[in-house]
């Protein structure tokens, strides 16, 4: 019984049409990212970079004032840590995002000195590192992001002092923020180590505390035109300004590996070994954004607790221009057969209690790419 109702409700999430990361680009190395939907049936349950977050499904956070902000929902410490080079890039991978869901995209850092995993973020003094709101043009954020096959770029500061840094990535949605309560906030967290011989510390704010329920990015009608829109919490470092501003350029949100546009990568992906003393090492691998598929590896977990993640094969990026070649998917299509793959994950843990065997589920994921 107690099953069947967490299904319910996993099912009921699923049909809302909300959002989660489903995957990092960190510098060139695939991460899987928390799955409230699997991770918590697996056996080992997989470790993560991205901070845990069962209850919340893929729905959001609208209380600014609450703890949940800062992470997610009642969102528990991941235990991995992926590496990154001061200035280099990660990208952030979005199951499908409802276009009706309008807002702006907000990523900040936070400098955990010493180990995230063991961190109070409400403790923590975030920076912001990228922003964008309103467009000239009068689409959003959002928009862009979906345009560009549901993927947010940002990069690392150049100049920060190297160390343990927890990453918090969001989107604001504000379809019902005419409302007080009713914007709805899908933030994620994830932890990095970042090399750098930088030695900048960026002053930062509190979450909870740099949001408000009243800011007027927050309690705002976004349905009457409106021809700017303040982005909420600080500004970006190295902005040089004293706010996030109004409206916004539009964002180039993912980068890609030439000029042309290429279709989807359909080849599979078999996982790499990270190492010959560990039994069954964690690995994820995934393509490069190239047209010839690349493995590449996710840090380990130790070898007396190994856990193996699913391989899959990622879609690289794609515009109108490319005419439908390869697999002839948009990438609406690809990520809505996703989302058909969660569903099928959510069905089979109303099957049997404890550990499920997602394998069925899983086979169907490489077939979204495919033609």
């Known amino acids: 019984m107690h099953s069947t109702i967490l299904l319910s409700l996993a099912a009921a999430t699923l049909s809302a049409a909300h959002g989660i990361v489903s995957d990092l680009d960190i510098a060139g190395t695939y991460f899987g990212s928390y799955n409230p939907y699997g991770d918590p049936y697996m056996n080992p349950v997989p470790e993560r970079i991205v901070w845990a977050f069962p209850t919340a499904g893929n729905g959001p956070v609208e209380d600014v004032s609450s703890s949940d902000i800062v992470c997610n929902k009642a969102a528990t410490a991941a235990k991995l840590t992926a590496p990154i080079a001061a200035g280099k ?10 276009e009706s869901h309008k807002g702006p995209v907000m990523t900040y850092m936070a400098n955990c000195n010493g180990d995230c995993s063991a961190a109070d973020p409400t403790a923590l ?54 409302t007080a309560n009713g914007a709805q906030f899908y933030p994620m967290c994830a932890n990095l180590e970042v090399s750098s011989s930088g030695s900048a510390n960026p ?45 916004s350029t539009k964002a180039a949100v993912i980068a890609t590996t030439s000029a042309a546009a290429v279709a989807p990568t359909t080849a599979a992906v078999a996982p790499i070994e990270t190492s010959a003393a560990a039994a069954d090492p964690t690995t994820v691998a995934k393509p490069t954004f190239a047209t010839t598929t690349a493995a590449v590896v996710a840090p380990t977990t130790a070898a007396a607790q190994p856990t193996t993640l699913q391989t899959v094969a990622k879609p690289v ?16 299509d690809i990520n809505r057969c996703l989302d058909e793959v969660n569903q099928c994950i959510a069905k089979a843990q109303s099957k049997t209690g404890g550990a499920v065997d997602f394998s069925s589920c899983e086979s169907q994921r490489s077939a979204c790419y495919s033609s």
């Open 89 to 98: 890039d990660v990208t952030f991978f979005w199951t499908t995002w409802p």
């Open 317 to 332: 990026t794609t515009t109108a221009a490319a005419g439908g070649s390869g697999s002839g998917k948009s990438s609406v």
């Open 203 to 247: 002053e930062g704010v509190k979450f909870p505390g740099a949001y408000s329920a009243t800011d007027p990015g927050i309690l705002v009608n976004i349905y009457n035109n409106p021809t700017s829109y303040v982005i909420p919490g600080p500004a970006v470092y190295g902005s040089g300004s004293g706010s996030s501003g109004s409206t």
């Open 125 to 178: 003094s975030f920076f912001k590192i990228n922003d964008a709101g309103l467009n000239s043009d009068g689409t959003w954020a959002s928009d862009d992001l979906i345009a560009n096959n549901n993927t947010w770029t940002v990069t690392i500061p150049s100049d920060i002092a190297a160390g343990n840094y927890l990453l918090r990535h969001e989107i604001l949605a504000l379809h019902s923020a005419g």
